[in-house]
C-alpha cells in the first residue's frame, strides 16, 4: 500500500500525514515554549546558548540549526523549492510561498486598530503601525540617521558604501535601490504607467502625476517670502530661494564651477566626459541633455510650440521667441562701447564689433 504524501504545508503544520495535529509535548526549560517535535525544540534552545555550530562554506555565515544552513545555502544555488499551484512563481522559503499565497486568496488577516487599514503580513502590519508611533529603530551607525524599515536602513548605507548593486542592461548606468532602477527602465522604454483622469497625460512617475494634479486644483502650498512667488513643491522653492541668496551648492571638481541644482551639475559634467546619453532615433544623433534631444526632434516633427502673442508666429524653441518679442517692444539691450549703437541681440552687436576692430573671421 502506498504511503500518503505529506505537503510542506502540512509539515509546517505538525500534520502527522492522516490530517491529524502532533501535540506539543516537548518543552524549553529556559522559556516555557513547547514544540511538537523533540529535534525542534532542541534547535531552539540554541537561540538561549548563541552556539552556533554549522557554518556556511561558501561565505562563512554560521547557524543554530543545520535546517537554517540548508536554507541559507539557497542563497548561494539560487535553488527555490516551493512554488505556488496558482501561478507557478517559486520561492526558497516556505513562508514566503505561504505570505504569497495570500495575493491569491486575498487574506489579510492582520488589521490596524488605529485607522483598521488590513494587511497579509505581520512584518506589514508592524512596519505601517511605525507610521503612527513615529518608532524608528533602525539607526545608522555611520551618521546616527534613523528609519523606520529594516529595507530603508540598508538602502541609505549605500549612500556610505557606494554601493550600488542594480545595473541597467541598456546603458550600464547603476543604481542603489532596485526602484530607482526600475524608474529609470522607463526612460528606455518610453512607459507611462500613471495617467491623470483630467486629462489624460501620462507620466513615467507618480510623484510627477502628483505634482500635475496640482495643476487642475490649483493648489499651491510654498510661498516664497521674498517675492511671494509660490510653489507647488517643497524642493522647487528652495531652488528658488536660491535665486536670491545666490547661493550655488554644487561645485564641479573638475572645473570648479558652481551651481544651484544638481542637475544643472550633472549636466555640466558631460562637458568634461563628452557623455551624450540621449539619442534621436531619426537620426542618432547624440546630446548631453534630455532638453537638448527634444529641442532637436522638432527639426524632425515641425513643432512650434511657442507663438508670439502679438503676430502669431510660432517657433520651435523659447530663446527664438524671446528674440523675436524683441521686433515688437523695440527692445536693444545689447550697446556698442565704441559707437553706442544698440542692438536686439548679442550675435549683432559681436558682427558689429568687427566694423571697429577689423577682424575677419572667416576665410576663403
Known amino acids: ?17 492522516r490530517g491529524e495535529d502532533l501535540p506539543r509535548t ?5 522559556c516555557g515554549k513547547e514544540f511538537r517535535r ?72 492582520y488589521k490596524c486598530e488605529e485607522c483598521n487599514r488590513q494587511f497579509s503580513q505581520l ?68 512607459e507611462k504607467p500613471y495617467r491623470c483622469e483630467e486629462c489624460s497625460k501620462q507620466f513615467s512617475q507618480l510623484c510627477h502625476l502628483k505634482q500635475h494634479i496640482k495643476t487642475h486644483t490649483g493648489e499651491t502650498q510654498y510661498k516664497c517670502e521674498e517675492c511671494s ?15 536670491h541668496t545666490g547661493e550655488k551648492p554644487y561645485k564641479c571638481e573638475e572645473c570648479g564651477k558652481q551651481f544651484s541644482q544638481l542637475g544643472d551639475l550633472k549636466s555640466h559634467m558631460r562637458t568634461h566626459t563628452g557623455e551624450k546619453p540621449y539619442k534621436c532615433e531619426e537620426c542618432s544623433k547624440q546630446f548631453s541633455t534630455l532638453s537638448n534631444l527634444k529641442r532637436h526632434m522638432r527639426t524632425h516633427t515641425g513643432e512650434k510650440p511657442y507663438r508670439c502673442d502679438e503676430c502669431s508666429k510660432q517657433f520651435s524653441v523659447l530663446y527664438s521667441l524671446k528674440q523675436h518679442m524683441k521686433t515688437h517692444t523695440g527692445e536693444k539691450p545689447y550697446k556698442c562701447e565704441e559707437c553706442s549703437r544698440q542692438f536686439s541681440r548679442w550675435g549683432h552687436l559681436k558682427k558689429h564689433m568687427r566694423t571697429h576692430t577689423g577682424e575677419k573671421p572667416y576665410w576663403c
Do not use: W
Not at 510542506?8 to 502527522?16: P, R, V, W
Not at 538561549?48 to 557554518?55: L, N, S, V, Y
Not at 541559507?72 to 526558497?92: I, L, N
Open 26 to 30: 516537548h518543552k524549553c526549560g529556559e
Open 229 to 243: 512667488k509660490q510653489f507647488r513643491e517643497l524642493s522647487k522653492l528652495k531652488i528658488h530661494i536660491r535665486t
Open 123 to 190: 512584518g506589514s502590519l508592524k512596519s505601517h503601525i511605525r507610521t503612527h508611533t513615529g518608532e524608528k529603530p533602525y539607526r545608522c551607525k555611520e551618521c546616527g540617521r534613523q528609519f523606520s524599515q529594516l529595507c530603508d536602513l540598508k538602502s541609505h548605507m549605500r549612500s556610505h558604501t557606494g554601493e550600488k548593486p542594480y545595473r541597467c542592461d541598456e546603458c550600464s548606468k547603476q543604481f542603489r535601490v532596485l526602484c530607482n532602477l526600475k524608474k529609470h527602465m522607463r526612460t528606455h522604454t518610453g
Open 38 to 109: 523533540l529535534s525542534d525544540m532542541k534547535r531552539h534552545t540554541c537561540t538561549h546558548t548563541d552556539k552556533k555550530p554549522f557554518r556556511c562554506e561558501d561565505c562563512n555565515k554560521q547557524f543554530s540549526g543545520l535546517s537554517q544552513l540548508k536554507i541559507h545555502m539557497r542563497t548561494h544555488t539560487g535553488e527555490k523549492p516551493y512554488r505556488c499551484d496558482e501561478c507557478s512563481k517559486q520561492f526558497s522559503k516556505l513562508c514566503h510561498l505561504k505570505q504569497h499565497m495570500k495575493n491569491h486568496t486575498g487574506e489579510k488577516p
Open 1 to 17: 500500500m502506498a504511503t500518503p504524501t505529506v505537503s510542506h504545508l502540512e509539515k509546517e503544520k505538525g500534520s502527522n500525514g
